[in-house]
């Protein structure tokens, strides 16, 4: 914006992969039957006390270890007093002055990094359903254990809030922290932005912006809050600051609230939950077994593989699609065709059934069988598209795929002399063209051998035989 610096930070809710609930043996899932997952310590009955879920405490760290974060070894948790529908106990347990975890960054991906205020742990609140007839509430979600990781306001374009979410997501997938599927909920984003005049270091009135559901509706919200701001304060007014709703129909921010400050809540400890003591040891056995990260697999992609960065990149970009790509390459043997082979067929088979490669209908290791049989000569690579298409329709092995669409690829120099002798005699004409220079005639010569063979000839070495006859 001329004339004026843009600050955002974000705050990012991440759900857990845990299979109950942050303070009772409450089940976690998404879906199913309204208000069928909820216990006593979720409807806050009187005389009913919360108990810490371990785990919760162990995938949390795992988290902060991911991102670079300190973990306090002493923490605790408070109750932040609001009264809703969705939240019984009219108060969320959450962590305000203690959280247990500080710092931390989030890679941008181009060398510099999007700083982290703090991380805390903290319980989610049920779903609220408005119609005609009324409302209603499903408390299933209430209770599910919730990372809100806390950015700090040094990101200055909605490129770079993109790229930080982008790469904390991948982070959290790889580390097993959560599936930060947007769609369920897993991963929710709010994003802060102010602007202020260049050179200047005080920060402008903030607008925090809600119901993003996509990275890119993060990104095209802070562009339009960045022209609407830049256009008030040219224009002499002042920002307010508020909550403010994107609408990604009309593709622009609508007013929601006044800003609620922290004090509104009534912060103080919970008195049902003792203080939590993390030892170093409990850290440094969560950080030995740690997964590999985005950027260790990038590089052994790199060095293992020898993949160029632009396949590196798409392959890596989700945890689950590298995973089949390894599967396949374990399989299939050449790591480049296995690479070329996910990215163009199963990507737009997965695209056309909105599919995830998780429930993708082809194994791994059945797409490597295809790949082997292609490096083998057993299939020509066009046919190999007809075979996994036809693997794709009937759940087949590339093997029984081939034999049925009668597609093996002949490669016996004896079966295939007869044919190409007998097509170089009939086109006198392409001979006569390729030995007076022309290359394009022996592509000419080579397609008449495919089309006599029904496209099963191995192309190598029908251009062999050619070659040889040709002289």
Known sequence: MSGFETVIGLEVHVQLNLRSKLFSPSPVGFGGEPNSRVSVVELGLPGVLPVVNEKAIEVAVRAAIALDAEVQHETKFDRKNYFYADLPKGFQTSQFDKPFCRGGRVPLGDGRYGALNRIHLEEDAGKNMHADAGSTVDLNRAGVTLCEIVGEPDLHTPEDAAAFLENLKQILQYSGVSDCDMEKGSLRCDANVSLRPQGSTELGDKVEIKNLNSFKMVQRALEYEERRQAATLSAGGKIVQETRLWNDEKGETASMR?????????????????????????????????????????????????????????????HALGEYFEAVTAQGGNAKEAANWVMTEVQRALNETHTKIADFSIAPDRLGELIAAQGLGKVSRQAAKKVFNHMLETGDDAATAIRELGLEQISDTGALEAIVQQVVDANPKPVEDYRAGKQKALHALKGLCMRETKGKANPAVVEELLLKLLG
């Open 258 to 318: 006044s800003k609620e400050d922290a004090h509104d809540y009534r912060y103080f400890p919970e008195p049902d939950l003792p203080p939590l003591f993390i030892e170093q040891s409990f850290v440094d056995e969560i950080r030995r077994t740690l997964p590999e990260l985005p950027d260790a697999r990038r590089a052994r992609y790199a060095s293992d593989f020898g993949l160029p960065e632009y396949d590196i990149g798409v392959l890596t970009a989700d």
